[in-house]
């Protein structure tokens, strides 16, 4: 939650402004993607959605584990705005499927492309003791920064390719 808020704040005053950016979170995710699914179904806003960009547990980021970048062949763009960037000090496992157990799944099944970043699962994963102290919030502060220069690459790319993938 903090990354979308602190991602929106970004984007405001960005100079990205050839699209329409909505900051959105789903309940039910668990449940059968209940949230995402209703909203594609009844969308708050009269929009066909570009590309979606899913940020589901980015604060445990590990060096060990990297930082994982799912549908990464949902769009042959994505290819293009990872070649781009510079700079990046995150590890980087890039899986192509857009397919998966969050959110942007239903958007795939919709044929938009999606981006997935996801620090991986803990031993913490829906315990109380995942707290404020287990943070990588220097890490969270670059994946935030990462999806930023994303958003600013797609900024006059138009209309994203749709690519389907792999199922998982």
Known sequence: TAALIELGRLLKNDK???NNYLLLSFSGEELGLYGSKYWLEHPTVNITPNYMVNLDMVG???TAK???VGGYGTSPYWGQLFGQLSNNQLLLHFDSSGTGPSDHASFYRKDIPVLFFFTNSHSDYHKATDDWDKINY???VQIVRL????????????????TPTRDK
């Open 16 to 18: 990205a402004k050839n």
């Open 147 to 162: 999806v930023q220069k994303l958003v600013e690459g797609a900024n006059d790319g138009g209309k994203l390719a749709f």
């Open 66 to 68: 990297k930082l994982t």
């Open 60 to 62: 445990r980021y590990d």
């Open 138 to 140: 220097p890490a969270e």
